[in-house]
């Protein structure tokens, strides 16, 4: 029987500085630190900021709805990536991630192939998320929602951003998914 994910400890995060790793320690970290780091860093964060934001978003939009600046939509646009977003980490969780634990390389590539894919359309969501909004310009003299919004915003785009990248071109291609660097 495989251990379940949450068995796996995250070594890095108990060392004597309390501190994470650098960015770097991941490029050849293995799988059962890699994956963790992602479900902690990356999976639980989008799973706490995608509510609140929606939450804020459509405060906005039902407060300044005739402002030219207002992003109508944007609510209903994060919905959607919630909901693909939370499809595609179960996916990750219970098939992908399992299976690199247990070293089935060859197994993987399919699925690998697959969450690439929703990669890409992830990437897109993002684009229509910046056209909405100005790239995340906040306009003069906005209120406080419309700013803690706008911070919020900014951060879970670059969390998705490097979470992407952080799978794509590291534990689909390095040690984790059996490839030497
Ligand atoms: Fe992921
Ligand atoms: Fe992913």
């Not at 050849?28 to 799973?47: F, K, M, N, Q």
């Not at 229509?128 to 003069?140: G, H, M, N, S």
Request: charged share 20%.
């Amino acid at each position: 029987m495989s251990r379940p994910l949450s068995d796996f400890a995250h070594p890095q995060q108990q060392a004597s500085t309390g501190q994470p790793p650098a960015d770097e320690y991941w490029q050849s970290a293995p799988a059962d630190e890699l994956i963790p780091h992602i479900l902690e860093r990356y999976h639980r964060r989008h799973r706490e900021q995608l509510p609140e934001l929606i939450r804020l978003a459509r405060r906005v939009e039902q407060v300044h709805g005739e402002h030219p600046q207002c992003p109508n939509g944007l609510a209903d646009h994060l919905s959607d990536i919630h909901q693909a977003l939370e499809s595609h980490m179960s996916k990750e969780e219970q098939i992908l991630f399992p299976m690199l634990l247990r070293g089935e390389h060859s197994l993987s590539r399919g699925p690998i192939s697959v969450m690439r894919f929703e990669h890409e359309q992830h990437g897109q969501s993002l684009d229509q998320l910046y056209a909405l909004t100005d790239r995340i310009t906040t306009p003069l003299h906005a209120c406080n929602t419309w700013q803690t919004l706008y911070r919020g915003l900014a951060e879970f785009c670059q969390d998705l951003t490097q979470h992407i990248q952080l799978e794509n071109e590291v534990l689909f291609v390095g040690p984790a998914a059996g490839e030497m660097l």
